[in-house]
């Protein structure tokens, strides 16, 4: 009788526990996945178009910085129940605060502009019509996903978007990689002091840890205090600090992981194909996914395509929504996916302006290189600051009450900001020269 309640008992934890893990998959697993957005798509298929295997090994450099910057942005937003622009507005001077958020709204509509284009010319090469209907309907349905979808339903509409990353595994699995080669770069570094590999290492740096990032994911853990009537900000609730603190280390760096795999599959499909035939010159992702036409079929190309629509519809409503919530909390207007469009009025319009004024910059003759490169430049000089502030937001205990950083997190998130510090400045002296 015993061993049948055992049984029965272990048959009925076993779907508890998958609900449970499904449970924890949140802020962190969408921000990872919207970090390799169809811009990020063209710089990591540059990169390997140029490099071929040569820079893999950043995948495993940036891991754990990405990781731990994440993680403090996301505990900001849960023990102080307030966003990153919030907590800079309430503690540091104004031009500071003015400043950080300007630029962030800047880079974001460059990105969000390059995005929707990037979407666009991959349906162009599985659909016919003209470019400027598909660039239109890319830049449509991101809006309409946040302005007409509930926060609590579309959260798990972005969180299925997330499988479409899995087209870059599943194309590199298609061309039988050599693995060894692969393997080997990974693990053991090919470092150079020439400028373009700089270039390329800052290039790679600034997408993957991007600033955007931190401000939406800290905001979407205030939005979840905010759904939940059971749960507080966790320096007002301590009980409740294990278990979110638990679930926002297991998320964010299933989150990252997930990024940086699915980052370390794009850069390898490059390598294998474009480099490996001479083809160094890409420029965006969508002339990725036409290249890999002759080299490794119609499918490799058209499942390749696929990931930049979804990887932009899930990307473009995050780039817009986390503008949103940081000019928001600058003038304390309500800000939440949650609300109707005429109760937070001020949000929805700051999503929908950056939008539009994203789509648009497609219709300018704006080259999309330069808007990529302006967008990480941007991205580059923004993130240093906005992740020194980060620190010492989560040491202070008017923010963090207790729950200020444990030394191993405040070490590695040094480290991160540090790092881009440098290269920012190392972007700076690259385009002076």
């Given at each position: 009788m015993t061993v049948r309640t055992s049984?029965?008992?272990?048959?009925?934890?076993?779907?508890?526990?998958?609900?449970?893990?499904?449970?924890?998959?949140?802020?962190?697993l969408i921000t990872g996945a919207a970090?390799?957005?169809p811009s990020g798509i063209a710089t990591y298929s540059q990169v390997g178009a140029q490099f071929g295997y040569g820079m893999l090994w950043t995948m495993l450099f940036t891991f754990p910085l990405m990781a731990a910057i994440q993680e403090i942005s996301?505990?900001?937003?849960?023990?102080?129940?307030?966003?990153?622009?919030?907590?800079?507005?309430?503690?540091?001077?104004?031009?500071?605060?003015?400043?950080?958020?300007?630029?962030?709204?800047?880079?974001?509509?460059?990105?969000?502009?390059?995005?929707?284009?990037?979407?666009?010319?991959?349906?162009q090469l599985m659909l016919p019509g003209p470019p400027a209907?598909?660039?239109?309907?890319?830049?449509?349905?991101?809006l309409a996903m946040q302005i007409l979808i509930p926060y609590s339903s579309y959260v798990k509409y972005l969180k299925?978007?997330?499988l479409a990353l899995f087209s870059y595994v599943i194309t590199a699995i298609i061309l039988h990689e050599p693995r060894w080669a692969a393997v080997r770069a990974t693990i053991w570094p090919n470092i150079s002091l020439h400028r373009e590999f700089l270039t390329a290492l800052i290039a790679i740096l600034g997408t993957t840890i991007s600033p955007y990032?931190?401000?939406?994911?800290?905001?979407?853990?205030v939005e979840d205090v905010t759904l939940n009537a059971g749960e507080q900000p966790l320096k007002n609730a301590p009980k409740q600090a294990p278990t979110q603190l638990q679930r926002?280390?297991?998320?964010?760096?299933?989150?990252?992981?997930?990024?940086?795999?699915?980052?370390?599959f794009i850069i390898l499909t490059a390598a294998s194909t474009l480099y490996s035939h001479g083809l160094r010159d890409i420029q965006t992702a969508d002339q990725a996914a036409r290249a890999l036409q002759p080299l490794a079929g119609h499918f490799a190309s058209s499942v390749f395509a696929v990931g930049i629509i979804g990887t932009g519809l899930l990307a473009v409503p995050v780039l817009a929504g986390s503008a949103a919530y940081a000019v928001s909390e600058v003038f304390q207007w309500d800000a939440s996916l949650e609300q109707k469009p005429k109760r937070a009025v001020g949000f929805y319009a700051t999503i929908g302006v950056a939008t539009f004024i994203g789509l648009l910059l497609n219709f300018i003759h704006l080259n999309p290189i330069k808007a990529l490169f302006f967008s990480a430049v941007l991205n580059g000089i923004v993130a240093g600051p906005v992740m020194a502030f980060m620190m010492f937001l989560a040491r202070n205990p008017k923010v963090m009450g207790k729950f200020t950083l444990p030394r191993s997190l405040h070490t590695v998130g040094w480290l991160a900001a540090v790092v881009m510090i440098l290269v920012s400045m190392g972007m700076l002296i690259t385009m002076l020269h």
């Open positions: 049984d029965y008992v272990l048959k009925k934890s076993k779907p508890s526990r998958a609900k449970d893990i499904l449970w924890k998959l949140g802020p962190g970090d390799d957005d996301a505990r900001i937003g849960r023990v102080s129940g307030i966003g990153i622009a919030g907590n800079i507005r309430r503690h540091y001077p104004r031009p500071y605060l003015y400043g950080i958020v300007s630029l962030l709204l800047i880079a974001n509509i460059f990105n969000i502009g390059a995005d929707i284009g990037a979407m666009g010319a991959a349906a209907l598909f660039v239109v309907l890319a830049g449509g349905v991101s299925w978007l997330t990032l931190f401000f939406w994911q800290a905001s979407e853990e926002i280390r297991f998320d964010t760096f299933l989150g990252m992981a997930f990024s940086n795999l699915v980052a370390f």
